[in-house]
């Protein structure tokens, strides 16, 4: 039992490690940059002391630059090795942030496109009544996959309950009125400045931000005469398990897509 214990206890600690990559290496590099200058600080007091008793080892006033390298580089090793420690995690985080941001992007651009297409077919061959009622039944589909069990969060705006299709795919609580006032406001900077991003939708439904790539992904004017050309969402009333009503929020005609390309 001990062992299987800790087989599991180390599978754990793995998965979260691999998940967690990027957050992990970003602190590693703030906690390396600290210790460093840390590290150097202490090793140019020692040096300090060093130089002064070389001066009367040699019975000289000042060394010459040469004397005071040869006299301290060995107290700035411990301080040079850190700092290289945490280049090499800088740079192993801006290559994985890199990647992530990468397959992200290819995979929002592959949605966005999938999706527009599949709406466009089902609206050519069910009309528009249908194709919001097939879009409806699939919206809770959906959200019957993420249960809400998984937890609620509360954003202190209001009791009703919501579920966010449109990016955590989680539930949280909050007001009609609220939820409406955020997608007109986000409503406004997209008309004002042709795009918004996922940290816009988020900090404004009170769902906090997204950290890496919050500002990287969202939703801009394609330049076409259509819907996408305004932002708004969906709604979709539905019952939980428990019998309790709630909201579905999910995307309108303009899909999310990499705002950096």
Known sequence: MGINFMKDAVKGLCTFAKVNAGPISTVAVILGMVTAFSLAAKAGKEAAEDIEEAKEELEVEELTLGEKVKFTWKRFLPAVFVLLLTITSFVYTTRQMAKRYAALSAAYSLTESYLKDYMD????????????????????????????????????????????????????????DHVQAAEKELASIYQAEDSITMDDYTFRMGLGTRSNNGNNLGWKKSGKLDETNKFFLYYTAAISDSGEPYIIISQGPNRMTDLMR
């Not at 919001?132 to 069990?149: F, G, H, L, S």
């Not at 969060?153 to 299709?165: A, C, N, Q, S, V």
């Open 121 to 176: 077919a089902t609206k050519e061959a069910a009309g528009q009544k249908k194709e919001q009622t097939i879009r409806d039944a699939a919206n809770v589909k959906q959200a019957k996959k993420y249960p809400i069990e998984r937890g609620v969060i509360e954003t202190g705006y209001g009791d009703d309950l919501f579920f966010d299709e449109v990016i955590t795919t989680r539930y949280f609580r909050s007001t009609l």
